[in-house]
Every structure is written in C-alpha cells, then in structure tokens.
C-alpha cells in the first residue's frame, strides 16, 4: 500500500491518494475514509493485529502531525488512543516480533526539536517507555526486524548539526532498552537509507544520503547480527536516498521504490531485490526517477499514482541471488515504503513502463 506524500507539483502538491501494488503493477484504491494529506509519515504493518498503521508526518503547511490511522485492507479508520506520540515527522517505526508490539523511534517536531523517544503499539495504545539506554536524537533513521536475531536494528539518521550530522552508529531494541552495536565494518554515516528483512530474515539496506544532501549513495549492505557485510549486486539501482524499502513476502523479494537523486530530482522507479548470487550480469530496464522521492512531474501515468515524495506504502506478502532488477517504473516518488511481510533473494531488479533507458551494472 502507498499513501499520501508530496508530488511536487503546483496547486495542491502534498496529496491522501491510496495505492495498492499486487506484484505488477499500481492501482488507485477508493476507500471511503481516508488520512488527511501529508507526506514524511511513519508506517508499518502490526502482524498482530495485521493491520497497517500510519502515524504523524507534515500537513500541506508544515506542521507536524500527531495522528494515528489504521488500515484494515478495505478501508482507513481513524484511531482514537488514550496516549500518543508528541507530533512529528521523520520517525522511525518497525514491528518487534519478540514482543508482537510496533516500535516507533525519534523523528523531528516543532522547531526543529529532534527526538529520542520510544514508544510502542499494541493494537489499541501507545506507550512511551523509559529505556535506561537511548540512541542521540534523530530523524529519518533506517529502522528494520532483524529476524534471524529477533530484535529490531536501528541504522544512522540525520541530527540536523550544522550540515555535519549524519550518524552511523548502529543500535538494537531489546524490549526494554537499547544497545549500541560495535561492528567491525559499517557502512558510512547516512540518512534516509532504507532497511528491511529479507526472506531468510537478513536485514538489507540500501542508498541514503550525506548531510549536505549532495550525494545520493547506491551501495547494498547486510546485518549479519553483529557486523554488516557490503554485498555487490550485479544490477544495482541508481543512487538515492529516502526510497521506499520493504519485504514482500507474496512475491518473496525486497521491494524498493522512488526516492530523490543526487540532484534532488523526483523518481519513480521501482525494484526488487532477490537474495543469492547470480553467476552472470544481467541487464535490466528502469525508469528515469529514483528511489528517494517521485518525479517532478504531477501527470499520472496508466499504471501508476501520480509522482510523489515522503509518502507511505507498504505491501501484503511471502518470498534469495544477488541482483537489482528494474520492476516496474510508473512514474512516482515516495519517501517512504513499507511492505507486508518477509521476503528474500539477493537480486535487485527494476521493472519500467515510463520507457527509461535500459540500466546496466
């Protein structure tokens, strides 16, 4: 599922449109309710209550949100906790399968106060907890379940200091408190990377950017569970940071899709990641955009929504070589992506109907 985000557009470019991607291509859904616009939202899928939960992120004007809304496949219904989050956007947010709770992390406020709180989900309420041991304040951290560990893994961010804040430090939520992780390798410092698990339950991250926002990185990374190991697709997608990343279990890869380039510009591209090595190159066909954010552009095209950037998606599903494969551009950008479920292969694949020119490794 996509929701929301900013197309970039003139008029009214921060939009509430709903989206669904059933391994092939995009459609609009109309459900009868629906979030008001905004883009830099929070979303994950509880496998508890296997629902999608949406929270935060910034209205047309700016100010942050504190709102949290569900998903139940049909429809979006307006959640009315007894607690909640402080308003912002930019957090971070993955379902902790030890506990069967989301876990929402950081993100930026009013004035540009950055967070270092947690709080998890339960179904019905948030919970602000008090760990002995918190990371420093971030926003746009990548946060992912490591499953073959069992804890959630939380990676770099973006401290807002002066142009030199980036982090690359690497921590683990154990339930109760937070642990700083020491690996022997790391990859740099970065925000608005993406993480997600894929179908043997490693955790692969992907792109990101530096604190100047003038590089837009293209490498592949996994947590073994105490180091990350830089892995060397065949067919990597092009360089991005703010891309939509998460496991669809149904088709049984890692999903990536838009983000914004090194120039700042919109894409719209979407890829999937396999798992294993394969022996050969392969040529794939991709779009124009990137992964970080949408087109410029707010024409809509056949098989997509319109372009977009900082919105919120996430799929239903089940599914390891080690390839980028183009999937399928449809000419849109988010910032955010979340899938349902796990997946695997080591392959990224791009798939493109804007008719962009073939990418090569």
């Given at each position: ?72 496949g049909t429809n979006w219904a ?70 073959t560990e069992g804890t959630p ?10 142009g030199t804040g980036v982090l ?194």
């Open positions: 599922m996509l929701f929301g985000g900013d197309t970039h557009g003139a008029g009214s470019p921060v939009v509430n449109s709903t989206w669904q991607w059933n391994g092939q291509t995009w459609s609009e859904l109309t459900p009868v309710t629906s979030p008001p616009p905004r883009y830099g939202a929070a979303m994950a899928f509880d496998s508890a209550t296997n629902q999608l939960v949406l929270f935060g992120g910034y209205d047309p004007t700016d100010s942050p949100l504190s709102d949290t809304w569900i998903w139940d307006k959640a009315a906790p007894p607690a909640s989050p402080e308003a912002r956007w930019g957090a971070s947010m993955t379902y902790d399968a030890a506990t069967h709770e989301l876990v929402l992390f950081g993100g930026c406020c009013t004035g540009d106060s950055f967070l270092q709180d947690t709080w998890t989900w339960d179904g019905t309420t948030w919970t602000q907890l008090s760990p002995s041991t918190s990371p420093p304040p971030r926003e746009f951290a990548a946060f992912g379940f490591d499953a893994v939380l990676f770099g961010g973006d401290t807002n200091s002066g690359g430090d690497t921590w683990v939520w154990t339930g109760d408190t937070w642990s700083e992780e020491s690996p022997v390798t790391s990859p740099s410092g970065r925000a608005s990377a993406s993480l997600a698990a894929d179908s043997n339950g490693a955790l692969v991250l992907f792109g990101g950017t530096n604190a100047s926002f003038s590089a837009a990185y293209s490498d592949t990374w996994v947590w073994t569970g105490t180091d990350w190991q830089q892995e060397a697709p065949l067919t990597p997608p092009p360089g991005r940071y703010g891309e939509g990343f998460a496991a669809d279990s149904t088709s049984g890869q890692v999903l990536l899709f838009g983000g914004l380039d090194q120039g700042s510009d919109f894409l719209a591209d979407t890829w999937s990641f396999a798992g294993q090595t394969e022996p050969t190159t392969t040529t794939s066909t991709t779009t124009s955009s990137t992964v970080a954010a949408p087109l410029a552009s707010t024409t809509s095209t056949v098989s997509g929504p319109l372009s977009r950037a900082s919105s919120s998606l996430a799929f239903t599903g089940t599914g390891t070589t080690l390839r980028w494969t183009a999937v399928l551009g449809i000419c849109l950008v988010l910032l955010a992506l979340v899938l349902f479920g796990l997946s695997g292969h080591r392959t990224f694949r791009s798939v493109g109907r804007c008719q962009p020119p073939p990418w090569k490794e």
